[in-house]
């Protein structure tokens, strides 16, 4: 059985811990479920249970985790539509609601995929470039590095090389945006992107092959250690 996920360890006085931990992520937009059967959440200053609902909409949620409260323990689950909670426990859980659900994910049983070294350029006319864009699962690996949202890893990883410079709607720099308005349309432009520089660097698809994940040796404790 695996379990995987995030916890967090916290001092005890604080009473704003949830609003803390959850200040980057738009929650008024999400729909929230309180998992009352692993559920310590204490109002304070009068210790009464916090949570007084098993569902919470965005914004009442919003307002209901400004209020001061103290976390013993807590199991919420938030979801991008309003439905039935599925009440996971473990990883194998997770795995099949998103495959029931059909949801994209990655799981590090699956093999390796051998993108090739970024030695050499291959030209590619547009439509080979999205062509390729459109066959690979690096597409949703979006992440930041050094303040700017790369579409792709390896364009990171060129422009780190100085073997590339993207000036295409796949790279956000944040540096450059000087409103909330500007932010959107650069997100609504990163995410219609259909191709990016890098596939030039990158493998055809037809020449992706498949090299099967391995497991870290467990090495075993020195004695004198």
């Known amino acids: 059985m695996n379990i995987r996920g995030v916890s967090f360890r916290v001092p005890q006085g604080r009473n704003d811990i949830l609003q803390e931990i959850l200040d980057g992520i738009n929650v ?49 689950q938030a979801y991008s539509e309003e439905e039935p909670y599925a009440d996971i426990h473990t990883y194998d ?75 295409g709607d796949e790279v956000i720099r944040f540096d450059e945006i000087h409103s909330w308005d500007e932010m959107h349309i650069k997100l609504e432009k990163f995410y219609k992107v259909q191709s990016c520089a890098a596939c030039e660097w990158c493998n055809a698809p037809e020449d992706r092959c498949s090299i099967p994940s391995a497991e870290q040796i467990v090495r075993e404790k020195n004695r004198y250690e």
């Open 28 to 76: 008024q937009t999400l729909f929230w479920y309180n998992v009352e059967s692993q559920n310590e959440v204490w109002s304070v200053p009068h210790y009464k249970d916090f949570f007084k609902e098993e569902y919470y909409s965005g914004q009442d949620f919003y307002e209901q985790i400004k209020l001061p409260h103290l976390v013993i323990f807590l199991k919420l």
């Open 93 to 167: 859980e997770f795995i099949k609601f998103l495959k029931d659900n059909n949801c994209s994910y990655y799981d590090t049983t699956m093999d390796w995929t051998d993108l090739g070294t970024p030695e050499e350029r291959v030209e590619l006319s547009e439509g080979e470039r999205e062509r390729w864009f459109k066959t690979c699962f690096v597409q949703d690996c979006a992440g930041i590095y050094e303040g700017n949202l790369y579409h792709c890893p390896r364009i990171y990883a060129l422009e780190n090389m100085g073997v590339l410079y993207s000036k």
